[in-house]
């Protein structure tokens, strides 16, 4: 009687069927999930199969009161607009067996993953509180992985079952997992929401559209505490260069429509 052959890969959507005297390379096929929403000019139809969606950055430290923004002067309103959308939306992707990947900074404790041109950007002077420094209020380590500033607001608590990247620049695809994870969950078409839209999340949107992914910016669940030319930049750059722009109702509309 013929053994069963074990699966070798990463959660069955890129993986082989091996045993002692042979290996089958062949994927599993994956069934087209059709689901088309409105991306001015254009309406659009995806494969929710082959899609994800990456949130950048919805940390204590940008978004919170207590946090690092705040406590340099920063009003994080602006930061806090897309916790109510992704909090409609994300449940549904989670249901629809969509991959939510959470894109969060989180440094190293001994910060050698930081260069000085960038702790120099966030405490220009070196009297301030930079990376990895604590918070006056409440001790936590700004943007250090496992620390209270670096998690993820209470109001979108990640679920089981979802992904953490931690990244240490504006882009998520520079010395991080990031492409590779992508890649092995067999993932083509990229949801992009989070803060700030100017920086972080159009300069991983902008990689991983050079790196080949189909691009959206999800413009109602992203924000930035830049000015206001700054996100109206964002988006005319992503719609002219490097993607689609949309919202999340129409997402949500277009899922329910495919249902």
Known sequence: MNKPMRMLGTGGRNAWRVDETSADLVRAPRVPR??????????????????????????????????????IGVDVTPARAPIAPLAALLPELRAAGVPVIWLNWGNRPDRLNLSPALLHVYNPSGAGVGLGDPLPGNGSLVLEL?????????????????????????????????????????????????????????????????????????????????????????????RQCFGFVTQSTELLEGMAAAR
């Open 34 to 71: 059709p689901v088309s929403l409105e991306a001015p000019p254009k309406r659009v139809t995806i494969d929710l199969a082959r899609t994800g969606i990456i949130v950048i950055d919805m940390q204590n430290d940008f978004c919170h009161p207590d946090g690092w923004l705040a406590h």
């Open 146 to 238: 496992g620390s209270w500033a670096a998690a993820v607001v209470d109001e979108l608590a990640p679920a089981e079952g979802d992904i953490h990247v931690a990244k240490y620049r504006m882009s998520g695809f520079v010395d991080t997992p990031l492409d590779s994870i992508l890649r092995n969950l067999d993932l083509t078409t990229l949801f992009f929401a989070g803060v700030n839209a100017d920086q972080c999340v159009l300069a991983t949107l902008m990689d991983a559209n050079f790196q080949g992914y189909d691009t959206f910016l999800l413009e109602d669940c992203s924000a930035t505490t830049s000015p206001d030319f700054c996100m109206q930049a964002t988006v005319y750059n992503v």
